[in-house]
């Protein structure tokens, strides 16, 4: 007791304070200090990059490994479907003005349960124009856009080439019937020659 006391008292001659005041300066001290140097960078550390996730779920998650985008050249809207990231075997991808982009490093945000995922296997120009996620305008149609429309086109386009590589081009379904057909036609006459 004689211990509690001396240290009592010599809080108050040195500090002026209560020693309750003490250890609550004391306490508050050392926990601003500890917050503010967390926020800065230890040398070490000073040239790696950042780790950032906007995944949600499980800390003990693992990453998947970053695939090269696979071309898939000129596909119809129908093939393009079945690229919409219900199997994650198969890449994500969306089209924007007739241009394929592989969104699969967006996997979050245009797979499932993600806040594009409505776009994904889709051509989707007339709903970035639109700012719009009705499913009625998820498609290619351009006709009626006016000018600013067709601006915000335009500047989800350049964020979609800056961002993710083009994979492909998207060609109407009679477009590729028609390819087919020369093709066998072709096909026909080298063999009667």
């Known amino acids: 007791m004689e211990f509690y006391t001396t240290i009592t008292n ?3 001659f040195y500090t002026g304070l209560s020693p309750t005041a003490f250890f609550t300066i004391s306490f508050l001290t050392f926990f601003v200090y500890r917050t ?5 960078v230890s040398p070490q550390d000073f040239n790696k990059p950042p780790v950032v996730s906007a995944r949600s779920g499980s800390l003990f998650e693992v ?5 090269e985008p696979v071309q ?14 219900s199997d994650k075997s198969q890449p994500i991808l969306i089209s924007v003005r007739g241009q394929i982009y592989d969104v699969s490093d967006g996997r979050n945000f245009y797979g499932p349960g993600g806040s594009y995922t409505m776009f994904a296997g889709r051509e989707c120009s007339r709903a970035l124009a639109l700012l719009s996620f009705k499913p009625r305008d998820i498609n290619g149609n351009l006709e009626g856009l006016d000018e600013s429309e067709l601006t915000i086109l ?3 386009e350049y964020k979609f080439m800056e961002k993710y590589p083009k994979v492909g081009r998207l060609v109407l379904e009679e477009r590729i019937q028609q390819i087919e057909q020369s093709q066998e036609d ?3 006459l080298s063999h009667n020659e």
Do not use: H
């Open 186 to 188: 072709n096909l026909k």
């Open 72 to 85: 898939v050249g000129e596909i119809t809207e129908t093939e393009l479907r079945l690229y919409n990231g």
């Open 154 to 156: 335009e500047d989800w």
């Open 36 to 40: 503010v140097t967390s926020m800065f």
């Open 10 to 12: 010599q809080i108050s």
């Open 63 to 67: 990453a998947e490994p970053r695939r």
